[in-house]
T-cell receptor, first 115, second 114 residues
Framework: DTGVSQNPRHKITKRGQNVTFRCDPI?????LYWYRQTLGQGPEFLTY????????KSRLLSDRFSAERPKGSFSTLEIQRTEQGDSAMYLC?????????????FGPGTRLTVL | AQSVAQPEDQVNVAEGNPLTVKCTYS??????LFWYVQYPNRGLQFLLK??????LVKGSYGFEAEFNKSQTSFHLKKPSALVSDSALYFC????????????FGTGTKLQVIP
């Protein structure tokens, strides 16, 4: 399967701990996106990379959140000092900028539970 | 600012009947519009998108959507519903002017009754 993969699929942590999620986009996709989805809501945009450059960040992305895409391939999303309100599904998507309105292809998500 | 409204939390339809899932949007300028479907414990799957041109867009699994600029709507339709269509459907919008941020609606749960 050459789709978008995310690891881990589930993460349970205690409040105050740091967590890191990984996203591997579809090969050759140069754009990568992170979203957060809570129960009963649609995905909310967090940030976007074009290759290794982080070009857009949502105001939802507080200073406890940091995302990287060091070599323009996989990306990591780190949450420091987790809070119960961080409990959500974290989705990654990727696309390629060859056409307008490039379709985003989503991974299965990482479900974070903060106790 | 851009936004999407899906006015129905749930839509119930009998198998074999036509289905409609409603979506209205707000965006400055020309929109790019998308429909995604989410099955339990799975990621979002792309169904179709509107960029420009023909207002009727055909997508995967027999779904189609009609772009109506005057009503700022992009309703999802299918002529004959299948039980396997039961899932959560999300409408999304993006400003065509260059920003990559996509805004999703809150989702509509489609229940197809055998």
């Amino acid at each position: 399967d050459t789709g978008v993969s995310q690891n881990p699929r589930h993460k349970i942590t205690k409040r105050g701990q740091n967590v890191t999620f990984r996203c591997d986009p579809i090969s050759e996709h140069n754009r990568l996106y992170w979203y957060r989805q809570t129960l009963g809501q649609g995905p909310e945009f967090l940030t976007y990379f074009q290759n290794e450059a982080q070009l857009e960040k949502s105001r939802l992305l507080s200073d406890r959140f940091s995302a990287e895409r060091p070599k323009g391939s996989f990306s990591t999303l780190e949450i420091q000092r987790t809070e119960q309100g961080d409990s959500a599904m974290y989705l990654c998507a990727s696309t390629i900028d060859r056409v307008r309105a490039d379709t985003q292809y989503f991974g299965p998500g990482t479900r974070l539970t903060v106790l | 600012a851009q936004s999407v409204a899906q006015p129905e939390d749930q839509v119930n339809v009998a198998e074999g009947n036509p289905l409609t899932v409603k979506c209205t949007y707000s965006v400055s300028g020309n929109p790019y519009l998308f429909w995604y479907v989410q099955y339990p414990n799975r990621g979002l799957q792309f169904l179709l998108k509107y960029i420009t041109g023909d207002n009727l867009v055909k997508g995967s699994y027999g779904f189609e959507a009609e772009f109506n600029k005057s009503q700022t709507s992009f309703h999802l339709k299918k002529p004959s519903a299948l039980v396997s269509d039961s899932a959560l459907y999300f409408c999304a919008v993006r400003f065509s002017g260059g920003y990559q941020k996509v805004t999703f609606g809150t989702g509509t749960k489609l229940q197809v009754i055998p």
